[in-house]
T-cell receptor
Framework: KAGVTQTPRYLIKTRGQQVTLSCSPI?????VSWYQQTPGQGLQFLFEYFSETQRNKGNFPGRFSGRQFSNSRSEMNVSTLELGDSALYLCASSPSSISETQYFGPGTRLLVL | GENVEQHPSTLSVQEGDSAVIKCTYS??????FPWYKQELGKGPQLIIDIRSNVGEKKDQRIAVTLNKTAKHFSLHITETQPEDSAVYFCAASNFGNEKLTFGTGTRLTIIP
């Protein structure tokens, strides 16, 4: 079974731009979560989707948004990029809940200049 | 909201010795506690998890203990090997709340 895939793996953007990251979960998994990982703040929960519905979100500004499609694939978008948005963005999938075994993708490393 | 504290931030042990990493959580409603291992350039990988109705769980050289009263849980790795070197994260969630809070991580180094 293929693992969680994330595209692109690396991105360089400039301040003020927007970016869209993509995540394809393991086949059959309907729960997709997104996390931001930085050296200073560690791993922080962004949001979780199930059946195209956002079930919970972390403490991030509205510039961070996401969505999930009917095939469970998910995208997250960051608008008006700031230098502090530079991070590794991780996606994880599980069958139906965040409280089950989550499988993480390799992440998308975003650098904002 | 939930707050998870993790100690120590770095840990070095001789190969073959045991390593213990401890976490405390604040939300008494949390009932799921996973541990993840992250190697350089990779996403975190679940190594063991425990639910609040269980006090201890073991999987070969890895074990996790949970003390609900004190709101802390620990990861124990015995007979450490060089491939155990990585960053380990604890986390906590409340089934149904669909939000996972991570600890700050422990960089474990196994000295050959």
């Amino acid at each position: 079974k293929a693992g969680v895939t994330q595209t692109p793996r690396y991105l360089i953007k400039t301040r003020g731009q927007q970016v869209t990251l993509s995540c394809s979960p393991i086949s059959g998994h309907r729960s997709v979560s997104w996390y931001q990982q930085t050296p200073g703040q560690g791993l922080q929960f962004l949001f979780e989707y199930f059946s195209e519905t956002q079930r919970n979100k972390g403490n991030f500004p509205g510039r961070f948004s996401g969505r999930q499609f009917s095939n469970s694939r998910s995208e997250m978008n960051v608008s008006t990029l700031e230098l502090g948005d530079s991070a590794l963005y991780l996606c994880a999938s599980s069958p139906s809940s965040i409280s089950e075994t989550q499988y993480f993708g390799p992440g998308t490393r975003l650098l904002v200049l | 909201g939930e707050n998870v504290e993790q100690h120590p931030s770095t840990l070095s042990v001789q190969e073959g010795d045991s390593a213990v990493i401890k976490c405390t959580y604040s939300d008494s409603a949390s009932n799921y506690f996973p541990w993840y291992k992250q190697e350089l350039g990779k996403g975190p990988q679940l190594i063991i998890d425990i639910r609040s109705n269980v006090g201890e769980k073991k999987d070969q050289r890895i074990a996790v203990t949970l003390n609900k009263t004190a709101k802390h849980f620990s990861l124990h790795i015995t007979e450490t090997q060089p491939e155990d070197s990585a960053v380990y994260f604890c986390a906590a969630s409340n089934f149904g709340n669909e939000k996972l809070t991570f600890g700050t991580g422990t960089r474990l180094t196994i000295i050959p």
